[in-house]
């Protein structure tokens, strides 16, 4: 079976890529980067519920990965998105919050600062300030005019990251509302794949292999409880043994090791 995951621009999920392939080789994992530009873009969260027109396959061994119907069709199984996103027919995880960017000219007057505060950049901007354009070149698009002095651009660090360029550059906004980024699955998964969504959710936030859900627990709360209950009877029953011999040395009279016979 194919594991398949969709993501927006600006996310990298190759980390979670790798620690799947070590922690499950039989199972092919196929990335479907979307083209989505615009915030708030993934609301309708389309890839969940049709097949995608083109993918990208990506597997722990891809050369040697066969072909198969699975891997060729169907909608994606997980969507790493921006929120918001529907919130009807599908679970949202939020993984992290993305730090907010104003992107201007290499020469503008903000890149003399750290950070620049969002009133203060309103003041200055006005309605200079764009957004990226909901077409698949719309955020390169929107950069393009900051380079040629048109305005700016508020954006969240990683896409400024993605669509960088030596005329621009970027400084953190305070006030600025951040993004989150979430995963987001249907709640109407058959059951095989809902099972491994839910191994892939493990990975994303930080589950162990012990702590899999497949791996399974080889040590039960039950035999974790009896074994603290041995130590225990273990350590009153020194205890006691302790307390039996300081008695028993009372009872030998001083300056001799053994008590007098009878006469």
Same mark, same amino acid.
Do not use: C
């Given at each position: 079976?194919?594991?398949?995951?969709?993501?927006?621009?600006?996310?990298?999920?190759?980390?979670?890529?790798?620690?799947?392939?070590?922690?499950?080789?039989?199972?092919?994992?196929?990335?479907?980067?979307?083209? &989505?530009?615009?915030?708030?873009? &993934?609301?309708?969260?389309?890839?969940?519920?049709?097949?995608?027109?083109?993918?990208?396959?990506?597997?722990?061994?891809?050369?040697?990965?066969?072909?198969?119907?699975?891997?060729?069709?169907?909608?994606?199984?997980?969507?790493?998105?921006?929120?918001?996103?529907?919130?009807?027919?599908?679970?949202?995880?939020?993984?992290?919050?993305?730090?907010?960017?104003?992107?201007?000219?290499?020469?503008?007057?903000? +890149?003399?600062?750290?950070?620049?505060?969002?009133?203060?950049?309103?003041?200055?901007?006005?309605?200079?300030?764009?957004?990226?354009?909901? +077409?698949? =070149?719309?955020?390169?698009?929107?950069?393009?005019?900051?380079?040629?002095?048109?305005?700016?651009?508020?954006?969240?660090?990683?896409?400024? !990251?993605?669509?960088?360029?030596?005329?621009?550059?970027?400084?953190?906004?305070?006030?600025?509302?951040?993004?989150?980024?979430?995963?987001?699955?249907?709640?109407?998964?058959?059951?095989?794949?809902?099972?491994?969504?839910?191994?892939?959710?493990?990975?994303?936030?930080?589950? =162990?292999?012990?702590?899999?859900?497949?791996?399974?627990? =080889?040590?039960?709360?039950?035999?974790?409880?009896? &074994?603290?209950?041995?130590?225990?009877?273990?350590?009153?029953?020194?205890?006691?043994?302790?307390?039996?011999?300081?008695? !028993?040395?009372?009872?030998?009279?001083?300056?001799?090791?053994?008590?007098?016979?009878?006469?």
């Amino acid at each position: 079976m194919v594991l398949r995951v969709a993501f927006v621009p600006g996310v990298t999920p190759s980390k979670w890529v790798r620690i799947w392939g070590e922690r499950f080789p039989g199972e092919r994992l196929e990335l479907l980067p979307l083209d &989505t530009v615009a915030l708030g873009s &993934t609301d309708d969260l389309a890839v969940l519920f049709e097949a995608p027109g083109a993918r990208a396959a990506v597997s722990p061994d891809d050369d040697a990965a066969p072909a198969d119907d699975d891997a060729a069709s169907g909608p994606a199984d997980v969507v790493i998105a921006r929120l918001p996103v529907r919130t009807e027919g599908v679970h949202a995880i939020p993984l992290y919050e993305e730090l907010p960017v104003v992107v201007v000219p290499a020469d503008h007057e903000v +890149t003399a600062v750290d950070e620049i505060a969002l009133d203060e950049l309103e003041a200055m901007l006005g309605e200079r300030m764009h957004a990226p354009a909901a +077409t698949p =070149t719309g955020g390169p698009d929107a950069i393009a005019l900051v380079a040629a002095g048109v305005g700016a651009v508020l954006l969240p660090k990683s896409l400024a !990251r993605l669509w960088a360029r030596k005329d621009v550059d970027s400084r953190p906004v305070t006030g600025a509302p951040s993004t989150t980024v979430a995963l987001v699955w249907r709640t109407d998964l058959p059951a095989e794949r809902a099972a491994l969504v839910e191994e892939f959710v493990g990975v994303v936030r930080g589950r =162990t292999a012990n702590t899999s859900r497949a791996a399974g627990s =080889t040590e039960p709360p039950v035999k974790q409880k009896a &074994t603290a209950k041995a130590k225990a009877r273990a350590a009153e029953a020194r205890a006691a043994e302790a307390k039996a011999k300081a008695s !028993r040395k009372k009872t030998v009279a001083p300056g001799r090791t053994r008590p007098r016979r009878a006469r």
